[in-house]
């Protein structure tokens, strides 16, 4: 039965969609079935992340409305054959209710791994349909201090969802930054949004090919964190030290 996760953040942009194509990217590459669910409707853009727009011809509100089956609506991701994305309709205008998308996730979980479920930025309508549909959460922040305050402001709000479990991500870190002591290191971020750091994501000038960086360690690290609950604080140490 799959997991379910949703990756969120309260602030827009702080790499939720990077931090949910590449997790999902590196757990596919461990062999692992994972869905890539966007959430985010209306600027959903997880299927243009992933390179696959204009492949799903059919999305997660057809399958809810019976215009297909939930497995139908899949997309494969032709790199990663056990990389899936369930795309999210560009109409903003029409209520989906959280119970709704339930039902189309828990008929695909028994197949998969691993549903990520892309949230919208924001706390609204949005924000609790992708949290309503997980079992545990992973916040995204940036090291800038609004981007900490809504992590924060999320972070609380996800008690009331009685998640599994709740771990942060780090990302868009400069090293030069922090070895310079300019910006927050990323455990003094984890410690006072009193959360488990899971993964440290450094800023990166070229990262992305259809945003799915192959070779980057520091999702390879958040796979295996996330996968099998290695313990990695060493290694964010000895990754910026490096
Ligand atoms: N670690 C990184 N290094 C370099 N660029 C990054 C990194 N993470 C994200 N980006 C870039 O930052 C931009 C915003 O990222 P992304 O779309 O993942 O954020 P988001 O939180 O999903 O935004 P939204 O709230 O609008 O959904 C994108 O152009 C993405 O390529
Ligand atoms: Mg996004």
Not at 20 to 36: D, E, S, T, W
Not at 41 to 56: I, M, P, S, Y
Not at 121 to 145: M, Y
Not at 188 to 209: G, M, T, W, Y
Request: hydrophobic share 40%; charged share 25%; aromatic share 6%.
């Amino acid at each position: 039965m799959a997991r379910k996760i949703v990756i969120t953040s309260g602030k827009g942009g702080v790499g939720k969609t990077t931090v949910c194509c590449n997790l999902g990217a590196q757990l596919a590459r461990k062999g692992y079935r994972v869905i890539l669910c966007d959430l985010d409707f209306g600027l959903n853009n997880v299927d243009v992340a992933l390179g696959l727009e204009h492949r799903a011809l059919y999305d997660v509100v057809d399958a809810i409305e019976g215009r297909c089956r939930p497995k139908q609506a899949l997309v494969m991701h032709p790199r990663y054959p056990t990389l899936y994305c369930l795309s999210s309709n560009r109409i903003l205008e029409r209520y989906v209710s959280p119970q709704a998308v339930r039902l189309v996730l828990d008929s695909l979980a028994p197949l998969f791994d691993f549903v990520l479920i892309d949230s919208p930025a924001g706390i609204d309508e949005g924000f609790h349909r992708a949290v309503s549909c997980a079992e545990e959460g992973l916040i995204v922040t940036t090291p800038h201090i609004s981007a900490m305050r809504d992590a924060d402001r999320v972070a609380g709000m996800l008690k009331s969802y009685r998640l599994n479990s709740v771990g942060l991500v780090v990302n868009l870190v400069r090293r030069d930054l922090v070895r310079r002591g300019e910006i927050l290191q990323p455990e003094e971020i984890a410690s006072q949004l009193r959360l488990p750091l899971l993964s440290v994501i450094p800023e990166e000038d070229k990262l992305f090919l259809d945003n799915v960086c192959e070779r980057s360690r520091a999702f390879r690290l958040l796979a295996a964190t996330v996968a099998e609950g290695e313990v990695t604080k060493g290694e964010h140490k000895r990754f910026f030290r490096r």
